[in-house]
């Protein structure tokens, strides 16, 4: 990293301050220019958000300090030196300069060199927010991005921080940190993360950003994949990699930030294969990946494939499936080619020749769980979970809040495969509080034609019920046994006890697994 003590660490603590004192935040910035504007700057089109800007500065004679610096950072309007000295008082320009954030231009301006935001979030501790440097996205710099460019805070980002289980651990690695985000939301959670990156100016920004938001239990690590981390095990290991399948043609931009230099999916591949030497047990390893289909073979068996042989547990979701031309076009926009243009045409050629030589289809994106038991596995013991599924866009598409669900959903798991039926049956458990049942009535009649459990939060899943179930679920607040209640059950609907646990037992683990019942 450039970055180091002394003099532009006490820069970075003028910045600080100037952000603080100018109210630099998400509120501030939005009401700038009001959602209609903020909702399409988030789509990458800032003409309404320059509109709006422009019609402010029409009505006042001065912009104010919050005003200058979003304009400056967030739009790439360049600002005059007065006017971003006012804005940055304890800074100036000329620690602005220092710093690198700006650059002087003949017209007596200054132009941002760097993106910077505010972010907001709300996680297990609360609501937070940080300042997050990047470098200028595709709509500031008007063209294709560099192939150094870091990434600022994306759908991507945001999707895996919400993912994120954040319960208390020593030791979290962030593999790939980028400008740093999931290190930094990491650090709310643990006493010590250490964040790898292959690109110095990653590093460099993610420290900036770090220090600019007074994190200090980060540790910065050059290198490739695990090699900054060899021999060492985490509690914790979190990745966004860069996994976008890119193909290795002469011409074709390799960009730092998604493209790992690997044929195909071998990246996921090779991630997923390191993790059970990097984690401690019992650690637990998350990651975005994708995947590709063959018509030999499907996305998700190639997933089983690379964890086969190893004693982690896995959850795999494939959130999307796009064919071969779809993720070719989306993965050449994101770099800043537009299409109609020669350069789209010849860069979405070398894509589809790609999936062609390899007889590519299509293309799965989705989550990634593993998990290393906490001792190694013998002769009885339960056998590893391997949970893979599909689940649409439809349900469940907001992140936030998934990382206690999976914790959950982890827990219950655990608590009921270490049961034998019998010792289940003695157990006693409780509906979660999100989980509602709807009953559909054809009109007139006194029993209900369809019964539906559904959960509110996580995937939001559903599932159809039976009269068995449906009573013994209502039934479950923590008061009576399982078995208790099948007897009852079974008393009311006059059948073979016996009959209606094997019945529903399987019923009530796969509910425990999927958190709509939580052990007493």
Not at 143 to 153: A, E, F, K, Q, T
Not at 189 to 205: C, G, K, N, P, Y
Request: net charge negative; charged share 20%; glycine share 10%.
């Amino acid at each position: 990293m450039r970055l180091n003590g002394g003099v532009s660490s006490s820069l970075i603590s003028d910045l600080r301050r100037d952000l603080i004192t100018s109210n630099f935040s998400v509120e501030t910035v939005s009401d700038l220019w009001g959602d209609e504007a903020a909702s399409a700057l988030h789509r990458g089109q800032r003409l309404p958000a320059l509109r709006a800007l422009h019609s402010r500065r029409a009505a006042s004679t001065a912009l104010s300090r919050a005003e200058t610096l979003a304009a400056l950072f967030v739009l790439n309007v360049p600002v005059s030196e007065v006017d971003a000295d006012s804005a940055l008082p304890q800074l100036g320009v000329e620690g602005a300069l220092t710093l690198e954030l700006v650059r002087r231009l003949e017209t007596g301006e200054v132009s941002a060199l760097l993106d910077l935001r505010p972010y907001s979030f709300v996680d297990a501790f609360g609501a937070g927010s940080w300042w997050i440097l990047s470098d200028l996205g595709e709509v500031a710099v008007g063209g294709p991005l560099s192939v150094g460019h870091v990434l600022g805070v994306g759908g991507a980002s945001t999707t895996l921080s919400g993912l994120m289980i954040s319960e208390p651990v020593e030791r979290v690695l962030d593999l790939g940190t980028g400008c740093g985000i999931q290190a930094m939301h990491a650090s709310r959670h643990a006493l010590t993360v250490v964040a790898t990156d292959i690109s110095e100016r990653a590093l460099w920004i993610a420290g900036l950003n770090a220090e600019l938001n007074a994190i200090d239990n980060i540790e910065f690590r050059l290198g490739s994949l695990f090699d900054p981390v060899e021999g060492e095990r985490f509690d914790q290991i979190v990745s966004n990699p860069p996994f976008v399948i890119t193909p290795r043609r002469q011409g074709v931009p390799l960009y730092e930030y998604r493209d790992g230099g690997m044929v195909g999916d071998a990246l996921v591949s090779t991630v997923i294969r390191g993790c059970e030497d990097h984690l401690t047990d019992g650690g637990i390893a998350q990651l975005l990946a994708n995947w590709e289909y063959t018509a030999e073979t499907e996305g998700l068996d190639r997933v089983k494939g690379w964890v086969d042989g190893s004693s982690l547990d896995a959850w795999v979701i494939e959130r999307e499936l796009q064919d071969a031309p779809q993720y070719s076009e989306t993965w050449i926009r994101d770099g800043g080619t537009r299409p109609g243009t020669p350069e789209f045409d010849e860069l979405y050629a070398a894509w589809l020749d790609d999936f062609d030589a390899r007889a590519v289809t299509q293309v799965g994106f989705g989550y990634v769980l593993l998990r290393r038991p906490v001792e190694s596995p013998t002769p009885g013991a339960p056998a590893p979970l391997r949970r893979f599924e599909r689940l649409d866009g439809a349900r469940g598409s907001n992140p936030s809040g998934l990382g206690q669900y999976f914790a959950t959903s982890l827990s219950g798991h655990d608590w009921q495969s270490s049961r034998s039926d019998k010792e289940l049956l003695a157990s006693t458990v409780t509906y979660a509080p999100d989980v509602t049942e709807e009953r559909h009535y054809w009109p007139g009649q006194e029993n209900p034609t369809v019964m539906t459990l559904r959960q509110g939060s996580g995937f939001a899943r559903t599932v159809s019920l039976d009269t068995a179930l449906a009573a013994l679920v209502g039934a479950c607040d923590g008061d009576l046994t399982i078995g208790q209640i099948c007897g009852a059950i079974a008393h009311l609907l006059e059948v073979d006890e016996a009959s209606l646990v094997a019945d529903v037992l399987p019923r009530m683990r796969s509910l425990i697994d999927d958190g709509f019942l939580l052990p007493a």
